[in-house]
């Protein structure tokens, strides 16, 4: 049986490569385990191939655990189709997308046609690994620390700031007292000026004189 030896790469990391061996009568679900079984990623993730070109354009898509609206179009599952029944050129080319949710894109290259199986070996194999496979789900995203509901929150201490530094806030909690004072002289003016002109003096009079009638 013929083997078709894949280099495979990552789109975004062109220092990690993986070069894999398969039997041409084995599926693409085949090749999608060997590629993760050379990253040490988790393989149960929705995932596709496509037919390329040379300029890594997707063409006819194999998928693998296909949500419904590749279900509904009908697109082919890697674990029915064999891989001899798209090589057609002696570099076909796959482009390649594994867990669409979190994505690693992969261009999936057929390097040379093997006419012979090597004895004890078991088809895919990893037959060279360069560079490390970034990590399936990157970094853990650090989480903010918020206090407890109910507890005290000293804002100074957890600021890091020191018995020094608070010095700087007197300024602001001072002009509190000056508000108050500036406060009293308005309120001692304004009653000042309405004793000099209360509101009513001479209200009735001018009301006698325009005849008593009310507006």
Do not use: C
């Not at 050379?38 to 693998?64: A, C, H, L, R, V």
């Not at 279900?71 to 064999?82: A, E, G, Q, T």
């Not at 080319?93 to 994505?103: A, C, G, I, S, V």
């Not at 700087?168 to 509190?176: K, L, P």
């Amino acid at each position: 049986m013929a083997l078709y030896r894949f280099r495979v790469t990552f789109e975004d990391y062109d220092d990690v490569t993986r070069e894999i061996d398969v039997k041409s009568n084995q599926t693409f679900e085949d090749l999608h385990r060997a590629i993760h079984q050379s990253t040490g990623y988790n393989s149960e993730y929705p995932s596709s191939f496509y037919i390329s070109n040379d300029q890594w354009m997707k063409g006819e898509e194999i998928t693998y655990l296909p949500n419904q609206k590749r279900i509904d179009r009908r697109v082919p599952l890697m674990d029915n189709v064999k891989l001899l029944s798209f090589i057609d050129d002696p570099h076909q080319k796959f482009y390649y997308t594994f867990n669409f949710d979190r994505p690693f894109d992969f261009h999936v290259e057929l390097m040379k046609i093997i006419l012979e199986e090597k004895p004890g070996v078991v088809y895919p194999a990893v037959i060279k690994s360069v560079g490390e496979a970034p990590k399936q789900f990157g970094n853990t995203p650090t989480i903010p620390i918020v206090p407890p509901e109910g507890d005290d929150f000293d804002f100074l201490n957890e600021m890091g700031i020191s018995e020094e530094d608070t010095e700087d806030f007197s300024e602001v909690t001072d002009t509190s007292e000056e508000d108050d004072e500036v406060k009293k002289v308005d309120e001692d003016e304004d009653d000042e000026f309405e004793s000099e002109f209360p509101d009513d003096e001479g209200f009735e009079d001018e009301g006698k004189l325009s005849g008593g009638e009310d507006y």
